[in-house]
């Protein structure tokens, strides 16, 4: 026999078996007992904070507003109004009718005191369909949206172009701040 071999029957094998079996016992015991310190969860992702808004749209009637339920984005006083207006030019997602003309743009917002600002592009009035009724929802539907959900502002003053109009479409004067309208609310 030579030397060096390892007779027949050692234990080695057995042991070193043995050895591995314990020590991953070990780490699995470790593992279970500490692992979310070791290995922290990641963190949930933080919930994009909404605020829920009311944008006025016509009724399909047409006689009245109504409104309908919206989610935007939590953000200062300018970036929310912003939100709602953008919400009123892209029109009602249900049932109800579009009241600002198509092709409007929101060109800016200043907010002084409890006054808002707000200043359209020119396709507000030259995209208009006239009409006392079609002037009434297009010019209430945005106070109303914007002086229903922000308490702070008590009145809107529409702007085309940075310009104060007279009229929109001939009929309602817009040439001052406007306060809401709540009996052409249904």
Known sequence: MAKGRAKKGSPF?????AVA???????????????D??????????????????????DSEGGLLKAERRSIGKGDLVTEVSAVIDGLIAGPEGKLL??????????NIEVQ??????????????????????E???????VNTITVNFSRIKEVQILIEGRRLKTLAGHIDINYPLTPERKMVQ
Do not use: Q, W
């Open 113 to 134: 005191g409890d006054v808002a600002y707000i200043d359209l592009s020119r396709n507000f009035k030259d995209n208009h369909p006239g009409g006392t009724s079609s």
């Open 37 to 58: 310190k070791i290995f922290p969860p990641p963190l949930p992702e933080r919930a994009k904070a909404e605020k829920e808004v009311l944008l006025y749209f016509t």
């Open 98 to 107: 579009p009241t600002l003309p198509e092709g409007t743009l929101l060109l």
């Open 21 to 35: 079996a314990i020590a991953f016992l070990l780490l699995l015991l470790l593992f279970v007992r500490y692992g």
């Open 13 to 17: 094998p057995l042991t070193a078996v």
């Open 136 to 142: 009434l929802h297009t010019v209430y539907s945005l």
